[in-house]
């Protein structure tokens, strides 16, 4: 038996056309006796969005920053140091730790033998010499082992402020709308030509032909902060697939949303890309 077919629908439109609609509409709230009340309150309401949304914002990043820096300093520190003091073999944490601190032992070793060859006066007995080198020896162990335990402190401190930076976003909820809506008001009141550089801005900094540098510099400087070795192969192979599924999802934000939402800003990005 033949299904009836659907009836086809359409769309309901006027005499004449909605923009119409909306001017004149905008014109008689203009000319309203209370268009200067609502104005001065649409401008309040904005101001205290604002307010509320930089306060949060400021509290996003200091809250945690706090927390890492006091809970370290008033009772993780002074733990992990107590631990270590009782273990005093371990003061290295890793090979590159002891590979760096033998490395300055030997340049300190060189440049005391150079300079006694050098000059006359300043010839030293081999026993000074072995004094030196022990207490450059000492120095250089104190500092490694001050460094290892700052690493470790830091790991269970990032901890805490992880922890913090969650509960200030649970406990926050009607702020994160107004930072919404406020980081919405930046970004949509952006020329087309501005919103295209930021983002090839940000595509050159990030996955750009420059980027690899400035990921290894940040990979090696995080690996330091935890005392984790900089493995150079793990750092590459980061760098070769990172980037490359961050390009791919700007690549597809720009084609699913930015075409919809600003296809004037996606005709001035590709004309400022080519």
């Known amino acids: ?37 609502e104005f001065l309150k649409k401008y309040q309401i904005s101001r205290q969005r604002t307010t509320i949304a930089v306060k949060f914002l400021l509290l996003l990043i200091i809250i945690p920053l706090l927390s890492h820096q006091l809970s370290k300093r008033i009772f993780i520190l002074p733990i992990v140091e107590s631990m270590r003091t009782e273990n005093i073999s371990h003061i290295f944490l890793n090979q590159e730790m002891e590979k760096e601190a033998f490395h300055e032992l030997k340049i300190f070793t060189a440049e005391l ?66 930072l919404q809506h406020f980081i919405d008001q930046i970004v949509y009141g952006l020329s087309d030509s501005a919103k ?48 490359v599924i961050l390009d791919t999802i700007v690549k597809y934000w720009i084609f699913r949303y930015l075409s919809r939402l600003s296809p004037s800003a996606l005709a001035t990005l590709k004309e400022m890309d080519d």
């Open 196 to 243: 295209a550089f930021l983002i090839i801005l940000f595509t050159d900094v990030f996955v750009g032909f420059h980027s690899p540098h400035g990921w290894e510099i940040l990979l090696e400087g995080f690996a330091e902060h935890l005392g984790l070795p900089a493995s150079r192969n793990y750092i590459f192979i980061f760098i070769a697939t990172f980037p």
């Open 113 to 178: 033998k150079f300079k006694s060859l050098l000059d006359s006066e300043y010839k030293i007995s081999p026993e000074n010499v072995e004094s030196q080198i022990k207490e450059k020896a000492l120095e250089i162990a104190a500092e490694f082992k001050h460094k290892s335990t700052g690493a470790i402190s830091n790991i269970f401190a990032d901890f805490i402020a992880l922890i913090t930076f969650a509960l200030v976003i649970v406990f926050s909820k009607k702020d994160i709308i107004s």
């Open 1 to 37: 038996m033949k299904k009836p077919s659907q009836p086809f629908t359409f769309l309901k439109t006027g005499i004449f056309p909605r923009t119409i609609g909306r001017t004149f509409k905008k014109i008689l709230s203009d000319i309203s006796p209370n268009a200067d009340e």
